[in-house]
């Protein structure tokens, strides 16, 4: 199994590309489709996009081992909540990779009969609650580093108990300007937590509109999934910029 999930890493570079296109593609498409001039090459790119997105299909197929693994490592964690949250994560993208095979098949011709809408839908629930509980993890870690920081700065300047006692219990500043000051400076010194959070803040505004929940422009998700993509790809040649697991 070890082997087959090595197989299938060789596979995320390229994909991450592909998805890069394709959200380019959208977001490209939704600038420019109001000018007469544009159409021809706007349907151009509309087709790009449905390659795109077709291609990555391929890609993905051995992905619901992947997750597999990757919730049985998350299991052994020794802290409680990245462990339940990862873990949980990794069998909520199990189930969305099970959806996405389904929904492939379908697309090839192998089961015409499958009701796509219900599968789609059940692929997007999936994959929403595996982001929510990705945010999860990394809110955990940044509350965790803010108490930290807490700590240390209480080491620093010796302050008196009372003032010891109101930052451990809630790591509360003054004012909501010193908080975010704080969670600035957090983020600045752990970039790999804040790919992870960007990443993540990206990749939910498409589960939001498809659900209904928070409706939003093809613009909005192409610039979105465009930045997802290029963080994907950036912590892919960087390894060390990748938040571990």
């Keep these: 199994?070890?082997?087959?999930?090595d197989f299938?890493?060789?596979?995320?570079?390229?994909?991450?590309l592909f998805r890069a296109t394709q959200y380019t593609c959208m977001l490209l498409s939704y600038l420019i489709e109001n000018k007469a001039d544009k159409k021809k090459l706007v349907m151009k790119l509309k087709l790009l996009e449905s390659s795109m997105s077709s291609g990555r299909k391929m890609f993905r197929l051995g992905n619901t081992v992947h997750a597999l693994v990757a919730a049985r490592r998350a299991a052994e964690l020794p802290e409680g909540v990245p462990r339940l949250c990862l873990t949980a994560s990794?069998?909520?993208?199990?189930?969305?990779?099970?959806?996405d095979t389904v929904l492939w098949l379908r697309s090839v011709g192998l089961q015409p009969h499958i009701d796509k809408?219900?599968?789609?839908h059940w692929a997007t629930k999936c994959y929403y609650c595996s982001l929510l509980l990705n945010l999860a993890r990394d809110w955990y870690e940044i509350c965790w580093r803010l108490e930290q920081a807490a700590l240390e700065e209480k080491t620093k300047q010796n302050s008196l108990w009372q003032k010891h006692?109101?930052?451990?219990?809630g790591v509360k500043s003054d004012s909501l300007?010193?908080?975010?000051h704080q969670l600035f400076q957090t983020l600045k010194k752990?970039?790999?937590l804040l790919l992870d959070l960007v990443k993540n803040l990206c990749d939910l505004s498409g589960p939001l509109d498809t659900l209904g929940i928070y409706k939003t422009s093809p613009g909005v998700l192409g610039f979105c999934g465009l930045l997802s993509s290029l963080v994907g790809i950036l912590t892919l040649a960087s390894p060390h910029l990748k938040l571990k697991q």
């Design 1 to 5: 199994m070890e082997g087959f999930v």
């Design 165 to 169: 006692d109101k930052e451990l219990n």
């Design 177 to 180: 300007q010193s908080f975010l």
């Design 117 to 120: 809408p219900k599968w789609h």
């Design 90 to 99: 990794h069998l909520s993208r199990a189930l969305y990779f099970v959806c």
């Design 8 to 16: 299938t890493n060789r596979c995320q570079g390229r994909d991450q």
């Design 190 to 192: 752990n970039p790999p």
